[in-house]
């Protein structure tokens, strides 16, 4: 079994920043793909960032520029630093990863999600 846990979420004013962090644990043999979505209230849940195992990254439009995802494969860990952080990047924030774990399939896990509150 396998276990997303994410951490770093709060309060923060416009124009602040955040951390969020999200260790992946459990049995493992790869993980393809780490990502973060959110969704905020009476909206649909949206893909905020996502990084392959090798490197590659995408971002919502909404945050380019201002978010940076980053990964850290021995630790199977995930970041995404939020800077310039505006009322409207208020949500639920989780942790997703397509996860290898020694089958011929991969599964996505989700975490429970960190609640970030951007308001003055």
């Known amino acids: 079994q396998v276990q997303l846990v994410e951490s770093g979420g709060g309060l923060v004013q416009p124009g602040g920043s955040l951390r969020l962090s999200c260790a992946a644990s459990?049995?493992?043999?790869?993980?393809?793909?780490m990502g973060w979505y959110r969704q905020a209230p009476g909206k649909e849940r949206e893909l905020v960032a996502d990084?392959?195992?090798?490197?590659?990254?995408s971002y919502a439009d909404s945050v380019k520029g201002r978010f940076t995802i980053s990964r850290d494969n021995a630790k199977n860990t995930v970041y995404l630093q939020m800077n310039s952080l505006k009322p409207e990047d208020t949500a639920v924030y989780s942790c997703?990863?397509?996860?290898?774990?020694?089958?011929?399939?991969?599964?996505?896990?989700w975490g429970q999600g960190t609640q970030v509150t951007v308001s003055s």
């Open positions: 990084i392959s195992s090798g490197g590659s990254i």
């Open positions: 459990g049995i493992i043999n790869s993980i393809l793909i």
């Open positions: 997703n990863a397509n996860v290898n774990i020694g089958t011929y399939q991969f599964i996505k896990f």
